[in-house]
């Protein structure tokens, strides 16, 4: 018999970018969810962070309230996960609105659902619960699910480390301007950022493209960038 052979509740599986978004029902601090189909037809962000009561934590769910706005403009949902119960999570959100200031932010309340997950089912359900880093706290995981509830990106943190938060918004504004225009944005694209065609799909699109004198800046074949107007993106996915 192999010894190093695991056992299932050994593994710790987690979705993948295009995969459906995993099914569960959860009490949170704004009642019961049923995610992702409470939330079809929106964008969400569904993240995951070791325990209430911590610094790094704190510091993190006070910045996501105060741009919950921001993010809700953009036709994306927040919701939280720690391994904590509800009572703790009550406990820690109204010690943060009556008590904690950072980075220039006090009385913050956190309207979003904070989900409890003591049984680790949902955090196992996305591989939240790394075993390297700890097997009784979630690490600082990151899921942007589309209006038809797929997995569109995954960015994971340890323990230690803060999120950057205008990096999750950067990704989520990209990612529907993909959607949007049928483009690609290239490194550290924001709107008003030139925009990445597709590469052509045959010789004679490419040659057709090196020659054409539409508004393309075409450095070969392969690699060819146009201009997206700030004010088109951002009248097109942004909420007034």
């Not at 927040?78 to 010690?95: E, F, K, M, N, P």
């Not at 225009?181 to 709107?191: E, R, S």
Request: glycine residues 4%.
């Amino acid at each position: 018999m192999n010894t190093l052979e695991t056992t299932p509740q050994d593994t710790f599986a987690m979705p993948r970018i295009g995969d459906k978004a995993p099914e569960f029902t959860a009490v949170t601090t704004q009642g019961n969810i049923n995610y992702p189909s409470d939330y079809k037809g929106k964008w969400s962000i569904l993240f995951s962070h070791p325990a209430d009561f911590t610094p790094v934590c704190t510091s993190e769910f006070m910045t996501f309230a105060h741009l919950e706005e921001k993010f809700a403009k953009a036709n994306c949902s927040l919701i939280g996960l720690s391994i904590d119960g509800l009572y703790s999570h009550i406990a820690w959100l109204r010690t943060i609105k009556d008590k904690i200031e950072f980075n220039g932010m006090k009385n913050i309340e956190v309207k979003f659902p904070l989900i409890e997950d003591i049984s680790m089912e949902v955090a196992k359900k996305y591989g939240m619960i790394q075993p390297g880093e700890s097997k009784t706290q979630a690490v600082r995981a990151v899921f942007f699910v589309d209006p038809n509830e797929t997995v569109r990106a995954i960015i994971y943190y340890p323990l230690s480390l803060g999120r950057n938060f205008d990096e999750l918004y950067r990704a989520l504004i990209a990612m529907q301007t993909s959607d949007k225009f049928n483009v690609a944005t290239p490194a550290d694209w924001n709107p008003g950022d030139d925009v990445i065609v597709s590469p052509a799909g045959s010789c004679g699109v490419a040659e057709e493209r090196m020659t054409s004198t539409e508004d393309l800046d075409c450095k070969d074949w392969f690699f060819c960038t146009k201009k997206l107007d700030k004010d088109l993106v951002l009248d097109a996915i942004l909420k007034k």
